[in-house]
T-cell receptor, first 111, second 111 residues
Framework: SQQGEEDPQALSIQEGENATMNCSYKTSINNLQWYRQNSGRGLVHLILIRSNEREKHSGRLRVTLDTSKKSSSLLITASRAADTASYFCAPHQTGANNLFFGTGTRLTVIP | EAGVAQSPRYKIIEKRQSVAFWCNPISGHATLYWYQQILGQGPKLLIQFQNNGVVDDSQLPKDRFSAERLKGVDSTLKIQPAKLEDSAVYLC?????????FGPGTRLLVL
């Protein structure tokens, strides 16, 4: 399968806590991207990490990539109610033209 | 910078009717994508254009779905005739490099 598989499928935390989502994939990749989707909206790009990178930060987001294990994680620190959304990882398979999205992790942040 | 525009936002039709969706990508973005997102799932690529040429339409049900991107700018996706299982959100995205920018989507309900 070319798509990423997110884990857990659903996550519920209190505001202020950290949220960690994981992604596994099966092919060699050029990069891996994370997207967020608020209910009823389109997807928003969060961060891209290349295959030669191990960790990347953007604001309250921290992404790690382990190509030997074909896995990635997305950490959201100090979560806010506005972070409530579905989060998708999208591996960009080497040689492919497009991204393949999994079913996502549904994050609920309780105020 | 204006985002990806889609219309209509919502559409309700009877099965066997036809429907068309329109997308205007971000100015200058050569690549345009149409995705289908069924409730509870991640987006599934239907077709990808590079300028006005098709790069990938392997998952487009060509017996009922068609898409065009005349002049390499805006695009239309058509379903004719629609089936109940076509009920979904249809997302358009565009990209210049690796990051995809999504429109708000068109929510289709087939009765």
């Amino acid at each position: 399968s070319q798509q990423g598989e997110e884990d857990p499928q659903a996550l519920s935390i209190q505001e202020g806590e950290n949220a960690t989502m994981n992604c596994s994939y099966k092919t060699s990749i050029n990069n891996l991207q994370w997207y967020r989707q608020n209910s009823g909206r389109g997807l928003v790009h969060l961060i891209l990490i290349r295959s030669n990178e191990r960790e990347k930060h953007s604001g309250r987001l921290r992404v790690t990539l382990d190509t030997s294990k074909k896995s990635s994680s997305l950490l959201i620190t100090a979560s806010r109610a506005a972070d409530t959304a579905s989060y998708f990882c999208a591996p960009h398979q080497t040689g492919a033209n497009n991204l393949f999205f999994g079913t996502g992790t549904r994050l609920t942040v309780i105020p | 910078e204006a985002g990806v525009a889609q219309s209509p936002r919502y559409k309700i039709i009877e099965k066997r009717q036809s429907v068309a969706f329109w997308c205007n990508p971000i100015s200058g973005h050569a690549t345009l994508y149409w995705y289908q997102q069924i409730l509870g799932q991640g987006p599934k690529l239907l077709i990808q254009f590079q300028n006005n040429g098709v790069v990938d339409d392997s998952q487009l049900p060509k017996d009922r779905f068609s898409a065009e991107r005349l002049k390499g700018v805006d695009s239309t996706l058509k379903i004719q005739p629609a089936k109940l299982e076509d009920s979904a959100v249809y997302l358009c995205a565009s990209s210049l490099f690796e990051t995809q920018y999504f429109g708000p989507g068109t929510r289709l309900l087939v009765l």
